[in-house]
């Protein structure tokens, strides 16, 4: 015969064993869980056997068999789908608890490292006159853990109860530099002359994109968090896994990924790319409408224009068009880094253009960028893709197309007339990449009229 326990109840918990059940009931039966199937299962499987006192039953090997559908024999090693559910249990408890539930004086937890639920007396808030001592260290392990990732984007909270200062003055730089920029810019839109033409060389590309004035177009600037997120977590994600935002709750242990993937930043290449596609509108008299690679869908890319900033790690969005392109990010095998992958190599071309010493130059490096110019998806519009391996790269492929003189080296190249709207196009730049810029940038290779 099985032994019977007590329910799991913390301190000072006065809840009788109904009660208790009640709370169960109440919390399952909530908004937060009721469109979660699988973690109210997970929640009432716990609770009830807890309450049953049944703790032997409340293990990973048997909620995976009981609730998630396992084998019941399956190999919990390869198989951390309970861990990951009861990660996913832990958040909405907390949400329930901070909106739904929150004025009830009792609540559930299931405290890390099992997977019991306790019952116990709301904890008490620090009064707001009374100082509050955090612990970085305590902070990463403890309840910042247990915050999710919608409350984090949301409440934006202490940037230091989740990374170290020196881990995030970077990105808290980039972001005053970011907002001062954007300033600009838009102050730039209004109040920039229009005493200048655009060149005929501009006119081959650009007046594709502002044919007559008053066109807007879309200007997608990179997430800079998510491309950091993957280096940080060794991965190399695709757009499926970016739309759904599936990487925002992983992974389940760790606060600092998650507090660098949940801001919104973009680099300073982009803020300055930005910039000078907005002075090209004005020149034609029309505007840019900046987006957050975040904030875009696929209609975006299927009518009007678009410029899009940033290789796929920063802008999964470019990964739409990478099927009909030749130059296409990859990895690097041999020096595991990203390199741009040469799908049809004419003779005397390499296979792979990839980041490496300028001629031995030390606080150099030689690298590449990639500008491409596609029909968006529909085919009634225009799609410009601006790629590099690094963000020298990124803002030197800009400069390629905003600057008339470059752009004028790939009009001679492919005997295209100044003036006249060019066919798509992909051109791979050589760069060489210094601390905080680039130069002697060179047409290396391209391809010209590409199928649509």
Not at 136 to 160: K, L
Not at 247 to 272: C, F, G, H, K, Q
Not at 307 to 315: A, H, P, T, W, Y
Request: aromatic letters at 8%; glycine letters at 8%.
């Amino acid at each position: 015969m099985q032994r019977r326990h007590e329910p799991n109840s913390g301190p000072e918990c006065t809840l009788t064993q109904e009660e208790q059940r009640l709370l169960l009931e109440r919390v399952a039966n909530s908004n937060v869980f009721k469109h979660s199937p699988a973690l109210r299962a997970f929640l009432v499987y716990v609770g009830e056997h807890a309450l049953a006192g049944r703790l032997a039953e409340i293990k990973e090997q048997q909620i995976g068999w009981h609730v998630l559908g396992r084998k019941e024999d399956y190999d919990t090693a390869n198989d951390n789908i309970v861990r990951i559910r009861a990660r996913q249990v832990r958040q909405k408890l907390d949400e329930y608890f901070a909106t739904e539930g929150s004025d009830s004086p009792w609540i559930i937890s299931i405290p890390k490292g099992g997977y019991e639920p306790v019952f116990q007396a709301r904890p008490e808030k620090p009064a707001a006159s009374d100082p509050v001592h955090i612990n970085a260290g305590d902070a990463t392990r403890g309840h910042a853990d247990e915050v999710s990732w919608q409350a984090a984007a949301s409440a934006r909270p202490d940037v230091s109860r989740h990374v170290g200062l020196a881990t995030i003055l970077p990105w808290l730089i980039t972001a005053v530099v970011t907002l001062a920029l954007f300033t600009v810019l838009f102050v730039s839109r209004t109040a920039y002359m229009r005493s200048e033409s655009p060149s005929a060389t501009s006119r081959s590309l650009w007046g594709q994109f502002f044919p007559s004035p008053g066109k807007e177009v879309t200007v997608v600037v990179a997430d800079s968090a998510f491309a950091l997120w993957q280096d940080f977590m060794h991965r190399n994600e695709n757009l499926g896994k970016y739309v759904g935002r599936a990487y925002l709750r992983e992974p389940e242990d760790n606060a600092d990924a998650r507090a660098i993937a949940v801001r919104p930043y973009t680099s300073l290449a982009d803020v300055i790319l930005t910039l000078q596609i907005s002075r090209i509108a004005t020149l034609f008299g029309g505007a840019v409408n900046v987006k957050h690679t975040r904030n875009v869908d696929i209609h975006d890319f299927s009518n009007g224009d678009a410029v899009l900033l940033g290789s796929r790690r920063s802008d999964p969005w470019v990964e739409l068009f990478e099927p009909q392109m030749n130059f296409v990010l990859d990895q690097d095998a041999k020096l595991t880094g990203p390199c741009f992958r040469n799908r049809s190599p004419k003779p005397g071309e390499p296979k792979t253009y990839s980041a490496g010493n300028w001629a031995g130059v030390k606080g150099s490096e030689e690298s590449y960028a990639v500008a491409a110019l596609r029909p968006n998806l529909e085919g009634t519009g225009h799609v410009l893709i601006l790629e590099g391996l690094d963000m020298e790269g990124t803002e030197a492929a800009g400069e390629f197309v905003c600057n008339p003189e470059k752009l004028g080296a790939l009009l001679r190249a492919t005997g295209a007339k100044r003036g006249a709207a060019l066919k798509p196009f992909e051109a791979l730049i050589k760069l060489r990449a210094i601390p905080g810029g680039y130069e002697a940038l060179e047409l290396v290779a391209f391809r010209y009229g590409l199928p649509a």
